[in-house]
């Protein structure tokens, strides 16, 4: 006999669709939270900018001077590494080509593909001197080419999808703290603390959300934690919609006039006996809201009032480069756009497939 998780497990992964976007969504995490142990540029906020390659096409290879900074920079353990990244220890110069002469190296300073390189000379440690080339020269890779900063645009993506995901997490715990709380209150007492819960509801709900977020930023100020706040508050109002319906639906029920009748305090009932039996609904809604707030972060990042630069976010990328739409360069726009559309439509799948699997009516999640 299969317990109801199981079914309800056994049913999703019927939907290959529903399926495919959950892997989506974990890859998306894995990635995300690796951070800058996989990105090709390490340095905090990924803003190791080298203005001579700025705008250069996928899959560009550079050869780089390497100098060794003056300034002492400590080295960091893994986990601050892969929360905060590492500072650089060189400064890189990209170059055209390059003679060694005792301890002083002479190069070809690239500075642009229509201008003639420029000839430097810069002396180099003895210990750099002692050995091989690898030391001072190396290749850059712009996989996915270099924003308008000379950045890695590989690197700012990954980072931006630990961003994207963050908000959409702290969103939706958000969302459900208060919205499954106050719905659960409106449906449960009734009579005019249901009166009062739905007037504000409804209120909210006629306002647009991203209107709303945009309100509350101004109140709060600009930044991350403010945005979380900020989307969080804006969304409460469908989930506690939806807990209001369905607690008025269940509440009415034989096995919770048992519990009443055994003497058992509203707040045990709520949550041991009513809570439980409308997770299956709830699942559903925090799903699609985590891809609304996704889409919300980014339409904030891309008039300015998200995460400040020089933090990489998806919509701050598109409103950095979206007038290369038109140019020959319209992959800069085009790449974190994309990322959006993958990330928010795999949480679509997903909620698709636990609506089904948790055999819910769609008109249901809309009360």
């Keep these: 006999m299969l317990t109801p998780t199981q079914r309800t497990w ?28 996989i990105m090709p540029d390490a340095t905090p906020l990924a803003n190791n900018q080298t203005i001579q390659l700025s ?18 920079i400590d080295t960091v353990n893994l986990f601050t590494k892969m929360l905060y990244g590492q500072p650089d220890f060189y400064r890189e110069i990209p170059i055209t080509g390059y003679k060694l002469t005792g301890n002083t190296i002479s190069v070809d300073e690239y500075i642009g593909d ?28 712009f996989l996915l080419g270099s924003d308008v900063y000379g950045r890695d645009m590989l690197s700012r993506l990954i980072l931006g999808a630990r961003i994207s995901l ?24 009734g009579g005019w603390i249901d009166a009062s819960l739905s007037w504000l509801m409804n209120i909210l709900w006629a306002l647009p959300s991203l209107l709303l977020v945009i309100a509350i930023s101004f109140a709060l100020g600009k930044g991350l934690w403010q945005i979380f706040i900020a989307v969080g508050i804006s969304m409460w109002v469908e989930v506690a919609r939806l807990v209001r319906g369905q607690v008025l639906s269940i509440k009415q029920t034989e096995y919770i006039e048992a519990a009443r009748s055994l003497g058992y305090n509203n707040l045990r009932i709520i949550r041991r006996h009513i809570l439980p039996n409308i997770a299956g609904p709830i699942l559903v809604m925090a799903s699609s809201n985590f891809a609304a ?17 020089p933090m990489p976010t998806w919509g701050s990328m598109i409103k950095e480069h979206y007038g290369y739409i038109i140019m020959d360069s ?32 769609s008109a249901s999640t809309r009360i």
């Design 114 to 141: 229509e201008d003639k390189p420029e000839k430097k000379s810069y002396t180099l440690p003895a210990d750099v001197i002692a050995q091989s080339p690898s030391a001072y020269i190396t290749y850059r890779t």
């Design 166 to 189: 963050s908000v959409g997490l702290m969103a939706v715990i958000i969302s459900l703290l208060i919205g499954v709380t106050l719905g659960a209150i409106a449906g449960y007492f």
């Design 330 to 361: 319209a992959y800069l726009s085009i790449t974190p756009g994309l990322a959006i559309m993958l990330i928010v439509y795999a949480f679509n799948l997903v909620t698709v497939g636990l609506r089904d699997a948790f055999d819910i009516k």
């Design 293 to 309: 707030a996704i889409l919300l972060e980014a339409g904030l990042s891309f008039l300015g009032f998200g995460a400040q630069p």
């Design 10 to 37: 056994k049913a999703f992964k019927r939907n290959k669709f529903a399926v495919a976007g959950l892997l989506f969504i974990i890859f998306s995490v894995v990635v995300a939270v690796l951070g800058y142990l």
């Design 55 to 72: 705008i250069k096409k996928p899959g560009t290879k550079f050869m780089m001077l390497r100098l060794k900074k003056t300034e002492r």
